[in-house]
């Protein structure tokens, strides 16, 4: 069974910093390509940032220079660093894993940045 479990949202003021983890389990995670999304209130979910398997990384322009995606293939475990964090950045974020014919996805931990 697949399973992504976020951790390390909460609540932050703005200019703070969180550190988000997704742990993997169930899958080969090495061969998976791995998203952040975020989805805030009454608006869709998008990509925030995502690492391919061979580590290549891409950013939403919102949050670039801003956020860190990384990924530790001997934990299962993919992080996403978010430094500089702005009102606009609260939302529950979440875990994705993909490939093709695979896409899987977490349960999502809120980060509520006050201003």
């Known amino acids: 069974q697949v399973q992504l479990v976020e951790s390390g949202g909460g609540l932050v003021q703005a200019g703070g910093s969180l550190r988000l983890s997704c742990a993997a389990s169930?899958?080969?995670?090495?061969?998976?390509?791995m998203g952040w999304y975020r989805q805030a209130p009454g608006k869709q979910r998008e990509l925030v940032a995502s690492?391919?398997?061979?580590?290549?990384?891409n950013y939403a322009d919102s949050v670039k220079g801003r956020f860190t995606i990384s990924r530790d293939n001997a934990k299962n475990t993919v992080y996403l660093q978010m430094n500089s964090l702005k009102p606009e950045d609260t939302a529950v974020y979440y875990c994705?894993?993909?490939?093709?014919?695979?896409?899987?996805w977490g349960k999502g931990t809120l980060v509520t940045v006050s201003s």
């Open positions: 994705n894993a993909f490939r093709v014919g695979m896409n899987y």
């Open positions: 169930g899958i080969n995670f090495s061969i998976m390509h």
């Open positions: 690492i391919t398997s061979g580590g290549s990384t």
